[in-house]
């Protein structure tokens, strides 16, 4: 685990912990996956979450975004139960990860509850206070950036591209309650990187990456 203390110019060694992804709420609280971890040193020591957030059949955290030190969210993925179509959840917590919440989920309770879509691989997650966020998945999803405006229990289908869902997500990033950016994959289209300056309501290109 490296870390910049100069705007990325330069990086240290901190941890030799390795994470999936990586979310920090200031210079010292931060979380990573897998499984879910936290650190309360900027990244110098970590432990285990008080509870593992995800259900048993979609044990595995893919995305991790808390916006304060007691209030998070969790992408959780699970095996395949057709072609394309995969167990998966958004899952909360209040109280800094002692007891988590399934707010949306796809195949994986009895019944399913909020609106997630069931295609695709959940790659990441990202939130913030007011509860809106976004959750991405790789071209091969089809349609694979959906947004959330009411804490993350429904997700609306956000269609890039020329033929209207040409566009999956990388990685995301939520700088405040109006900007955001996505790194998009097209498959032969190529990849864009793409701005939103109003909560992710409408989008810009800002780059095409080579």
């Known amino acids: 685990l490296l870390a910049s203390a100069d705007g990325g110019q330069t990086w240290s060694t901190i941890s030799s912990e390795a994470f999936d992804t990586l979310d920090f709420v200031d210079a010292n609280d931060g979380w990573g996956t897998l499984p879910l971890r936290h650190t309360t040193d900027g990244g110098r020591t970590w432990s285990n979450s008080p509870a593992q957030p995800c259900p048993a059949v979609a044990s595995r955290p893919v995305g991790v975004s808390f916006v304060d030190a007691k209030r998070g969210w969790v992408a959780c993925s699970g095996d395949s139960v057709g072609t394309q179509e995969l167990r998966k959840a958004v899952v909360g917590t209040t109280d800094g990860g002692r007891t988590w919440t399934v707010l949306a989920s796809a195949y994986v309770t009895t019944p399913d509850v909020g609106s997630i879509p069931g295609t695709g691989a959940l790659l990441g997650i990202a939130m913030r206070p007011n509860g809106t966020g976004l959750i991405w998945m790789p071209i091969g999803a089809v349609d694979g950036t959906w947004r959330t405006v009411d804490g993350g229990r429904t997700w609306i ?20 309650d109006h900007l955001c950016l ?7 289209q190529g990849r864009q990187i793409v701005r939103s300056t109003d909560g992710g309501t409408t989008w810009q290109e800002i780059a095409t990456p080579k």
């Open 182 to 188: 996505l790194v998009l994959d097209g498959g032969d």
């Open 157 to 176: 289908d956000m269609r890039f591209g020329a033929n209207a869902g040409d566009f999956g997500a990388l990685a995301g990033c939520l700088v405040d």
